[in-house]
């Protein structure tokens, strides 16, 4: 009675989101299919491979019922950016005889003899049975026989939540489908069969109608907002609702079960029968007259959560530095998103195309008796190839201004495929360049997956390797850099201790070329060639090199290694090694990076500045006197180096000594350096000139910008208004984009668009289109 009467109806909590960031399932996926029966009742049940995903479809009418089901489970994965290549099932003729509808959706349907199940779905169906059998010995009342579909549900709902035994990163099947962790207490709310009051939806509320209703837990209804399906005790229906609080189960309501459960045609046994393909001789045929039909409130339009699009990622530092800074990151290149024909986006358009078959379809008992009928089609939506827009397309369709245009970004990396297609034998020669390296400098060492523990082989993480294309502020191409990363991700920071390390901060850099200019020191400029692999690694990791890089690995390597690396190479062509050395992307390569340089410059009597730990000094600039010494002052941004000292032999001394420790150390000398994406020029004496021409001429090129102004702004900067439209259409993450490219350029060489630069970062959440045409400005004054 408290429940019913007291109960208020809360204001949804804002549902928060947290996304997986996975090592990522192919995108190509093989669909098993077979039919199961418990105690006569028909279900559909596909398992995807690799992504290890299990749906089971209720089927009543066996023609209607099984083209819905088969075709809602494809689609399914075709909506969320997968694409089911193939179709693999038993004999059952019912899926067979769809051979033609699903070849007219580019899916391939493999049938293995009459009566040989597919052992996929098999073992499958075998763990659905025992969960199935278990809730129901657990249950105080006897489960009507309509109610058996969603305890099935539940189970498969349940067993997709569980971790994916093909993945060492402990994320699930149904995890890597909605791209959404597992929440405790959003997703795991409710046990079947349980007794709750649930929160209806009375209007208006102030009413003397009950706040609540007894219901009994379903399944959980795959939302957003973690509502749950339960079925209503009062009008005996299915409903779907968010808010509600578990009761105890009294004897009244398991003596109402039981009755529902004896008035119905059919029973469900405590134990009850499952057979795979063949409905079994001791089990009836569920006829559609005689189910008892529930009916369902209409589900919520948030089912299944957001799709994650990656062409929706942003990438912010378009320089050399975020390399160094955020390899532990997954990078994708904007530019392979357009013109990278391997990815797919769903074509709606194409949902609905005629798919009439003609002729050649397998003998099936299904329409043996009716000479007349005709072969089934299916409504399968396709996922379509996006053909590529190069950007004189784009600049033909109009300028930045006019509307979305997908910019193109300068120097990000690619993946090794686009890279060897792009460059052909100079991509490959970069890749074995990088392999050499890794043998050349001990990196690793092949490791046999035979000889890892449980907890190693739990702990592993993948790699990944990325080519990017490298130019010079002046805008020349300079080279191609391959990387070898560990995908760092995928470790356990609690495992570590302090993993942070420092960089110089912006402003200390610009305050030692300027102290250079004034002074008239000589500068120059250093970079170390696979700076963190001069560093031990302190603790264990092994990591999985695909098969692909594995080839490029053995190819390069000679002698044992080569012997080692081929016996240690497993059944898919990945080898495993330990990684013997700090490598990029790991969690604490960075900090052990760090603490191996600035030991040696401290043994070179470098000291560092109070201040900023990444600018040492050799000593005081001034002497007792007051007078400037020679004084050597280094700055250390990750693996770059600027040097400046009035006494070039003193230059020349600390040069030698870093090539003499760290191989492979290139020193550029001269008036012209580039340093963190800028040109520091000090031709001029006393002066330095900072620019970044280049990357602002490939910022108005991007967003074909014609035309200038005398001022990035106009009085109404800060005016903001109400009316305004919101940005739309991929418009809004153009905006975000620009803002912070140009937020880049105005931290480093372009002062005068600070401010505005600084507004307009507070309007990238929602932009509209007076944010828009304020952005116009500072690019038409640049």
Same mark, same amino acid.
């Given at each position: 009675?408290? #429940?019913?009467?007291?109960?208020?109806? &809360?204001?949804?909590?804002?549902?928060?989101?947290?996304?997986?960031?996975?090592?990522?399932?192919?995108?190509?996926?093989?669909?098993?299919?077979?039919?199961?029966?418990? !105690?006569? =009742?028909?279900?559909?049940?596909?398992?995807? =491979?690799?992504?290890?995903?299990?749906?089971?479809?209720?089927?009543?009418?066996?023609?209607? !019922?099984?083209?819905?089901?088969?075709?809602?489970?494809?689609?399914?994965? #075709?909506?969320?950016?997968?694409?089911?290549?193939?179709?693999?099932?038993?004999?059952?003729?019912?899926?067979?005889?769809?051979?033609?509808?699903?070849?007219?959706?580019?899916?391939?349907?493999?049938?293995?003899?009459?009566?040989?199940?597919?052992?996929?779905?098999?073992?499958?169906?075998?763990?659905?049975?025992?969960?199935?059998?278990?809730?129901?010995?657990? +249950?105080?009342?006897?489960?009507?026989?309509?109610?058996?579909?969603?305890?099935?549900?539940? $189970?498969?709902?349940?067993?997709?939540?569980?971790?994916?035994?093909?993945?060492? =990163?402990?994320l699930s099947p149904r995890e890597l489908f909605t791209q959404m962790k597992l929440d405790f207490k959003r997703d795991l709310r409710v046990f079947f069969g349980g007794y709750y009051q649930v929160t209806l939806d009375t209007d208006p509320t102030n009413s003397m109608l009950a706040r609540t209703v007894g219901c009994i837990a379903l399944c959980p209804a795959e939302t957003r907002s973690g509502s749950v399906k339960f079925f209503n005790l009062s009008t005996h229906s299915v409903i779907t609702r968010g808010q509600f609080e578990a009761v105890p189960m009294t004897q009244s309501l398991i003596d109402h079960m039981n009755g529902l459960s004896a008035g119905q045609k059919h029973q469900v046994r405590l134990d009850p029968i499952f057979a795979v393909g063949q409905r079994p001789d001791e089990s009836k045929e569920i006829a559609d007259k005689d189910y008892e039909h529930l009916v369902e409130d209409e589900i919520p339009d948030d089912i299944l959560g957001p799709v994650i699009d990656l062409a929706d990622i942003e990438f912010n530092n378009? %320089?050399?530095?975020?390399?160094?800074?955020?390899?532990?990151?997954?990078?994708?290149?904007?530019?392979?998103?357009?013109?990278?024909?391997?990815?797919?986006?769903?074509?709606?358009?194409?949902?609905? &195309?005629?798919?009439?078959?003609?002729?050649?379809?397998?003998?099936?008992?299904?329409?043996?008796?009716?000479?007349?009928?005709?072969?089934?089609?299916?409504?399968?939506?396709?996922?379509?190839?996006?053909?590529?827009?190069?950007?004189?397309?784009?600049?033909? &369709?109009?300028?930045?201004?006019?509307?979305?245009?997908?910019?193109?970004?300068?120097?990000?990396?690619?993946?090794?495929?686009?890279?060897?297609?792009?460059?052909?034998?100079?991509?490959?020669?970069?890749? %074995?360049?990088?392999?050499?390296?890794?043998?050349?400098?001990?990196?690793?060492?092949?490791?046999?997956?035979?000889?890892?523990?449980?907890?190693?082989?739990?702990?592993?993480?993948?790699?990944?390797?990325?080519?990017?294309?490298?130019?010079?502020?002046?805008?020349?191409?300079?080279?191609?850099?391959?990387?070898?990363?560990?995908?760092?991700?995928?470790?356990?920071?609690?495992?570590?201790?302090?993993?942070?390390?420092?960089?110089?901060?912006?402003?200390?850099?610009?305050?030692?070329?300027?102290?250079?200019?004034?002074?008239?020191?000589?500068?120059?400029?250093?970079?170390? =060639?696979?700076?963190?692999?001069?560093?031990?690694?302190?603790? %264990?990791?092994?990591?999985?090199?695909?098969? %692909? +890089?594995?080839?490029?690995?053995?190819?390069?390597?000679?002698?044992?290694?080569?012997?080692?690396?081929?016996?240690?190479?497993?059944?898919?062509?990945?080898?495993?090694?330990?990684?013997? #050395?700090?490598?990029?992307?790991?969690?604490?390569?960075?900090?052990?990076?760090? !603490?191996?340089?600035?030991?040696?410059?401290?043994?070179?009597?470098?000291?560092?500045?109070?201040?900023?730990? $990444?600018?040492?000094?050799?000593?005081?600039?001034?002497?007792?006197?007051?007078?400037?010494?020679?004084?050597?002052?280094? $700055?250390?941004?990750?693996?770059?180096?600027?040097?400046?000292?009035?006494?070039?032999?003193?230059?020349?001394?600390?040069?030698?000594?870093?090539?003499?420790?760290?191989?492979?150390?290139?020193?550029?000398?001269?008036?012209?350096?580039?340093?963190?994406?800028?040109?520091?020029?000090?031709?001029?004496?006393?002066?330095?000139?900072?620019?970044?021409?280049?990357?602002?001429?490939?910022? +108005?090129?991007?967003?074909?910008?014609?035309?200038?102004?005398?001022?990035?702004?106009?009085?109404?900067?800060?005016?903001? !208004?109400?009316?305004?439209?919101?940005?739309?259409?991929?418009?809004?993450?153009?905006?975000?984009?620009?803002?912070? &490219?140009?937020?880049?350029?105005?931290?480093?060489?372009?002062?005068?668009?600070?401010?505005?630069?600084?507004?307009?970062?507070?309007?990238?959440?929602?932009?509209?289109?007076?944010?828009?045409?304020?952005?116009?400005?500072?690019?038409? +004054?640049?």
């Amino acid at each position: 009675a408290e #429940h019913k009467g007291k109960t208020k109806t &809360r204001t949804a909590d804002e549902v928060v989101i947290e996304h997986v960031q996975a090592y990522p399932a192919h995108q190509e996926q093989v669909l098993y299919v077979d039919v199961m029966f418990v !105690d006569g =009742d028909m279900y559909l049940v596909s398992v995807s =491979d690799p992504l290890d995903l299990i749906q089971a479809g209720h089927i009543v009418n066996k023609g209607a !019922d099984l083209r819905r089901t088969l075709e809602a489970q494809i689609n399914a994965y #075709h909506s969320r950016g997968f694409k089911i290549v193939e179709v693999r099932c038993d004999g059952e003729g019912a899926v067979s005889s769809y051979r033609s509808a699903l070849g007219k959706a580019g899916v391939r349907l493999d049938t293995a003899s009459k009566k040989a199940h597919v052992p996929v779905v098999e073992r499958n169906i075998q763990t659905i049975k025992e969960r199935v059998r278990g809730i129901l010995r657990t +249950l105080p009342y006897t489960l009507p026989f309509n109610l058996l579909q969603y305890l099935v549900s539940f $189970c498969v709902i349940s067993i997709n939540r569980e971790p994916s035994t093909k993945r060492h =990163d402990g994320l699930s099947p149904r995890e890597l489908f909605t791209q959404m962790k597992l929440d405790f207490k959003r997703d795991l709310r409710v046990f079947f069969g349980g007794y709750y009051q649930v929160t209806l939806d009375t209007d208006p509320t102030n009413s003397m109608l009950a706040r609540t209703v007894g219901c009994i837990a379903l399944c959980p209804a795959e939302t957003r907002s973690g509502s749950v399906k339960f079925f209503n005790l009062s009008t005996h229906s299915v409903i779907t609702r968010g808010q509600f609080e578990a009761v105890p189960m009294t004897q009244s309501l398991i003596d109402h079960m039981n009755g529902l459960s004896a008035g119905q045609k059919h029973q469900v046994r405590l134990d009850p029968i499952f057979a795979v393909g063949q409905r079994p001789d001791e089990s009836k045929e569920i006829a559609d007259k005689d189910y008892e039909h529930l009916v369902e409130d209409e589900i919520p339009d948030d089912i299944l959560g957001p799709v994650i699009d990656l062409a929706d990622i942003e990438f912010n530092n378009p %320089e050399d530095q975020a390399e160094e800074e955020f390899l532990n990151q997954l990078i994708t290149d904007p530019d392979d998103v357009e013109d990278d024909p391997g990815m797919i986006a769903v074509d709606f358009t194409e949902a609905n &195309r005629d798919m009439e078959i003609a002729g050649n379809l397998e003998d099936t008992t299904l329409y043996a008796d009716d000479a007349g009928a005709q072969p089934p089609s299916l409504n399968i939506t396709v996922p379509q190839v996006v053909n590529p827009v190069r950007r004189s397309e784009r600049q033909k &369709r109009g300028s930045y201004q006019d509307g979305p245009v997908r910019l193109r970004a300068k120097g990000f990396h690619l993946s090794t495929r686009k890279a060897v297609a792009t460059y052909g034998t100079a991509a490959t020669k970069c890749i %074995e360049a990088e392999m050499s390296q890794m043998l050349e400098k001990h990196v690793f060492h092949p490791v046999h997956r035979d000889t890892l523990s449980r907890d190693q082989i739990r702990k592993l993480i993948p790699s990944a390797m990325f080519i990017k294309e490298k130019f010079l502020p002046a805008g020349s191409f300079d080279k191609l850099k391959a990387r070898l990363v560990g995908r760092g991700n995928y470790q356990d920071p609690d495992d570590y201790g302090e993993v942070s390390s420092p960089t110089a901060a912006l402003v200390s850099v610009q305050m030692t070329a300027a102290i250079a200019a004034h002074e008239g020191r000589e500068v120059i400029s250093m970079d170390f =060639d696979g700076a963190y692999l001069n560093s031990p690694q302190k603790t %264990e990791v092994n990591m999985e090199i695909d098969a %692909e +890089l594995s080839r490029y690995l053995i190819n390069v390597a000679t002698g044992d290694m080569k012997k080692d690396l081929i016996a240690c190479r497993g059944p898919t062509g990945k080898i495993i090694v330990g990684v013997d #050395h700090a490598l990029y992307g790991l969690i604490e390569s960075g900090k052990l990076w760090y !603490d191996n340089i600035t030991a040696f410059l401290t043994t070179l009597g470098l000291i560092a500045n109070p201040r900023d730990p $990444c600018i040492f000094n050799d000593g005081p600039a001034t002497d007792a006197d007051g007078k400037l010494r020679e004084q050597l002052t280094v $700055c250390l941004y990750v693996d770059d180096v600027l040097a400046t000292c009035t006494n070039l032999a003193k230059l020349d001394e600390f040069a030698g000594s870093l090539q003499a420790k760290f191989k492979k150390t290139k020193r550029v000398d001269g008036k012209v350096h580039s340093y963190l994406g800028m040109t520091l020029d000090f031709t001029r004496k006393g002066t330095c000139s900072v620019h970044m021409d280049k990357y602002i001429a490939d910022v +108005l090129e991007d967003t074909n910008t014609v035309g200038s102004k005398r001022t990035p702004s106009t009085a109404d900067l800060f005016a903001i !208004d109400a009316e305004a439209s919101l940005l739309g259409g991929g418009q809004e993450k153009d905006f975000h984009s620009m803002v912070a &490219r140009l937020l880049f350029a105005s931290k480093r060489a372009r002062i005068d668009i600070q401010c505005v630069v600084a507004f307009l970062t507070t309007r990238v959440r929602s932009p509209t289109t007076q944010d828009w045409d304020k952005l116009t400005k500072p690019q038409h +004054l640049l």
